[in-house]
């Protein structure tokens, strides 16, 4: 586990699963059925407890330019800047469950943010995903 800092706050537009887990896959298919792929646009998943419990998983990514996804009716949230714990992990295709191990590593440190996201940052450029949970301030 390392420490990562995340200078600004982050907009993403998302599409929500309609059950965790059994309905990611389907969120994150039609989140890239609407926006179109790019190498610069950051694509960043939340999760957490909400409406007394249940998790909500939210697949998201970011604009390019400010409007470009508006078209899309997409709901949005901020992923606060500060620090993070984060894992990465490299070839998350070959073992997908492990994305759930290192958020359970992550979820137990004593002082994450108790408002924060469980949040995935896709790499764009191979087959890794940051693991990172805020660490309150």
Not at 74 to 89: A, D, R, T
Request: glycine share 6%.
């Amino acid at each position: 586990m390392e420490t990562v800092n995340i200078d600004n706050d982050i907009k993403i537009f998302y599409v929500t699963a309609r059950s965790f887990p059994a309905g990611i896959l389907e969120a994150m298919q039609k989140l890239h059925s609407l926006i179109p792929f790019s190498k610069d646009r950051k694509y960043m998943s939340v999760s957490r407890p909400e409406n007394g419990g249940e998790i909500v998983y939210k697949a998201g990514a970011t604009e390019l330019e400010a409007g470009d996804l508006s078209k899309h009716d997409l709901n949005s949230l901020i992923i606060k800047k500060g620090p993070y714990y984060c894992i990465e992990i490299h070839n998350f295709r070959k073992d997908v469950t492990a994305i759930g191990r290192a958020f359970e590593e992550l979820i137990v440190q004593k002082d994450i943010d108790p408002e924060g996201y469980c949040v995935e940052w896709y790499s764009n450029t191979s087959e890794s995903v940051k693991c990172m949970v805020r660490i309150k301030e």
